[in-house]
């Protein structure tokens, strides 16, 4: 989901500042409730697990470069899930940073196109929770259509936020135009594998929920909605 150096350019940048602004505004807006109601120190947790898992996601497992992108599990629904979306959106943000300063600094300066294209469909994929999850579901008793619905949301969010940045970069083309069908064509087997990695992570939750009950993580992942 990284957009390659070249692919944007010049003053078309500042359209990444700017849509970056408004998603880390609103990662902020999420943050500050969930710490009005849970306390700072147990959103500073969840945030130092997700952040670690991020950047694991983008460093360790296997991504490949394919079109105007490269494919990773980033496993969006799964940090949602047993985290909640200001945890998992702040950890996104922050591994991705943390692989640019350190990893790929060639990356940082479409940092803020990055950050969109992931804070936005995990925003959008949090909104489809509410409702496609009963509120008297746990999350760690959700079906795996409705799973895969949330990796539709998320993953089919990014496809669509990269072919709008490499449009938007490199025009209408036939070139670019396949760079790009080739990419979601790629990202497809990602959205069908999420979702059984959602299912068995839960599973492996509720069957240990005396590790998975206490505060580090959603409390939605083992309690209905109140």
């Known amino acids: 989901m990284h957009i390659e150096p070249g692919v944007v350019e010049g003053a078309k940048m500042a359209l990444g500042a700017v849509t970056a602004t408004g998603a880390l505004a609103l990662t902020a807006k999420l943050a500050r409730d969930f710490v009005a109601e849970n306390g700072v120190a147990v959103l500073a947790a969840r945030t130092v697990v997700t952040t670690a898992l991020v950047f694991s996601f983008f460093q360790i497992f296997p991504h490949h470069p394919v079109g105007v992108s490269e494919v990773h599990m980033i496993l ?7 985290f909640g979306a200001p945890a998992a959106m702040i950890g996104l943000a922050s591994g991705l940073l943390i692989q640019g300063l350190f990893f790929a600094p060639a990356d940082l300066p479409q940092y803020g196109i990055n950050v969109t294209t992931l804070l936005v469909p995990l925003y959008a994929m949090s909104l489809l929770a509410k409702r496609i999850i009963p509120a008297a579901t ?4 959700v079906t795996y259509k409705q799973a895969l ?60 929920h005396r590790l998975t ?14």
Do not use: C
Not at 76 to 82: A, E, H, W
């Open 76 to 82: 969006g629904s799964t940090l949602f899930l047993l």
């Open 138 to 141: 746990a999350y760690r008793d």
């Open 149 to 208: 619905a949330l990796s539709v949301a998320f993953q089919g969010g990014i496809v669509s936020w990269v072919a709008f940045w490499a449009l938007y970069g490199q025009g209408l083309g036939a070139e670019n135009l396949a760079q790009v069908a080739s990419f979601g064509a790629a990202y497809m087997l990602v959205i069908l594998l999420e979702p059984l990695v959602d299912l068995a992570v839960l599973a492996v939750a509720k069957n240990a």
């Open 213 to 226: 009950g206490g505060q580090l993580f959603a409390k939605r992942l083992h309690t209905a909605a109140a």
